[in-house]
């Protein structure tokens, strides 16, 4: 082969086109392999751009994925609370589409606001299978044993012991503190049980403050009941800790004694029942009978009459008269400030005003039958300086004509000048009638006196002042 290139053979026309042609080696072999390598780059670099381009629209594809993932649907009866970088930037988002920085950027935690609850109902009850914690206590009572390793009681204040079962609902009302002290974990068990925690110490703190005997009567309205310390106790360690948790109520919904004991609390409540209604009773009778005796003059009437037994005891004698004033005035129905309480006119009703009526009626009585009495007098004695013997001879006879008159007094009329042998009998019908008359006076006599005795006895108090130990 020579270094000129060489001119093809002449093909004759009958054959056909060639499909290859050779180029002639080029006489510098750095120029030959250039001419080839530059469609290639080209092909490279138009790959190469095109997947640049594609990487670009892929990031900006997956950053744009990324931001939508953070949108999230908060639902009804849920809040929401977003993060970034593990800070709060909102504790309280309402329902609806929100959105935060997804992670590992931010978070949006969506929490339940609606109730909860929680039974504390195996923790001071007697040891029993799961699922059996509802078991009547008549049930319960035939285990005469107390296990203290097996069966849960309560310590009371005074060393006795109780069951009791418990139910709490409590609120996520601080989400802030929810979420960064307590967030809970698949389904809430770790905040369950931080619930149970505390309340299980909170009704042994307010236990350990209550006799067997509050324990098993209060109900939960009483004021200082074991419901209401245990439910300020356990809030206040809720409170503590910065939960966020509130509890909303916290209810006893089964307590007695333990086992062995029963029939004899039963009988001690049983006895303690009776007691109070008859203090009860006892208190409406002395509501009645006050109402009935003074009216609403009644408390302000004893508060003041034990005043005046402690002045007399003292031998104040100035108290004694104010005290006695004041008395006086309610009794009358006067208005009046004692001890800077007003006091209304007319609050004395009753057996007292009946009282005090009916001796202003004798009292009018007797001052009108004395002036009569009197005007009489004047009246005979300025007859008698006149005429001494008209007067006396009138009295004479108005007095036998009075002395005829009585039932028991009979008249027989003789003829003038005959002499007349009268043998005098007591009329059977005239001693009857007397008889009876006696008695009826002397009945109605005996039952006024028992009247005004009851009557007296209603008032009478006893003597001496009344000290704080004898109440």
Do not use: C
């Not at 006893?252 to 009860?280: C, H, I, M, Y």
């Amino acid at each position: 082969m020579s270094d000129s290139p060489s001119t093809p053979p002449p093909q004759p026309a009958s054959h056909r086109s060639s499909s290859v042609v050779l180029r002639q080696r080029s006489e510098s072999p750095g120029a030959d392999i250039a001419s080839r390598m530059d469609p290639a780059n080209q092909s490279l670099a138009d790959a190469l751009r095109i997947t640049y381009r594609l990487v670009q629209f892929s990031m900006v594809a997956l950053l744009v994925l990324f931001l939508v993932s953070g949108f999230k649907t908060v639902n009804e009866g849920e809040r929401g609370v977003r993060l970034l970088f593990g800070k709060q930037q909102a504790a309280d988002l309402a329902p609806g589409a929100q959105w935060a920085w997804p992670s590992p950027i931010g978070e949006l935690i969506k929490i339940q606001t609606g109730t909860q609850g929680v039974d504390v109902n195996r923790e001071f009850f007697p040891y029993v299978q799961f699922g059996d914690e509802n078991r009547p206590t008549e049930r319960l009572r035939k285990e005469t044993r107390f296990d203290p390793a097996r069966d849960g009681a309560l310590l009371t204040a005074d060393l006795n012991l109780a069951h009791s079962q418990w139910s709490v609902t409590y609120q996520r009302s601080n989400l802030g503190q929810y979420v960064e002290n307590v967030r809970p974990g698949e389904g809430g068990s770790e905040e369950r049980r931080l619930i149970r925690l505390v309340v299980e110490s909170a009704i042994v703190r307010a236990s350990a403050e209550t006799t067997i005997d509050n324990l098993l009567k209060q109900s939960r309205t009483d004021l200082g009941s074991i419901e209401s310390v245990a439910m300020r106790l356990a809030q206040q360690m809720l409170d503590d800790f910065g939960t966020g948790l509130r509890i909303d109520q916290l209810t006893l919904s089964r307590k007695f004694p333990p086992a062995t004991l029963s029939d004899k609390f039963a009988k001690v409540t049983n006895q303690s029942n009776a007691a109070g209604e008859a203090r009860e009773k006892a208190l409406r009778q002395r509501a009645e009978l006050l109402n009935a005796v003074a009216g609403a003059a009644s408390g302000a009437l004893i508060a003041q009459i034990d005043l005046y037994e402690e002045a007399t005891e003292l031998d104040d004698v100035a108290a004694q008269a104010d005290i006695l004033a004041s008395i006086n005035a309610l009794l009358e129905g006067r208005e009046i400030v004692i001890d800077g309480a007003r006091y209304e006119a007319g609050l004395a009703t009753g057996e007292v005003a009946a009282m005090l009526d009916e001796a202003a009626s004798l009292r009018s009585s007797i001052v009108n039958r004395a002036q009569a009495d009197l005007a009489i007098f004047e009246a005979k004695l300025a007859q008698f300086r006149a005429n001494p013997q008209l007067m006396m001879s009138r009295d004479w006879g108005l007095a036998y004509d009075e002395f005829l008159a009585k039932p028991f007094v009979q008249s027989w009329y003789l003829p003038s000048g005959s002499p007349a042998e009268i043998l005098l009998n007591e009329d059977p019908a005239i001693l009857r009638d007397l008889e009876e008359a006696i008695k009826l006076r002397e009945a109605e006599q005996a039952i006024k006196d028992r009247m005004d005795a009851q009557r007296k006895a209603r008032f009478r108090t006893d003597e001496g002042i009344v000290t704080g130990e004898e109440l």
